[in-house]
């Protein structure tokens, strides 16, 4: 079973710290990201800028393409690991 990047663990960690819940695990997660973790929630993002010091090798990143899931997270450009939620309000009713 793959880790997730360490890079991106305390963004993982806060979130169930917040009560977030994970959707799923995608390995992989297309051909360009070898592991991502879907959360169930949107991300707290105002909380993980605030408290989380995040390396330059993080980034964030959001889809907004109508054939994918709208979903917004962070992206590890040293792992190709990916976080993320849906956008606020996106998630359906099977998912709450």
């Not at 993982?12 to 959360?39: M, T, W």
């Not at 949107?42 to 993080?58: A, C, G, N, Q, T």
């Not at 590890?76 to 956008?87: A, D, L, R, V, Y």
């Amino acid at each position: 079973m793959t880790k997730l990047s360490p890079s991106l663990q305390p963004i993982f960690d806060l979130e169930l710290q917040k009560g977030n819940k994970v959707l799923r695990i995608d390995e992989p997660a297309g051909s360009k990201c070898p592991y991502a973790i879907v959360f169930k929630f949107p991300l707290h993002f105002r909380e993980i800028m605030d408290l989380i010091s995040l390396p330059p090798i993080v980034e964030k990143w959001e889809n907004e393409d109508p054939h994918y899931p709208f979903e917004k997270g962070f992206f590890c450009n040293k792992t190709q690991h990916s976080i993320s939620g849906p956008t606020s309000g996106e998630f359906s009713e099977s998912q709450k």
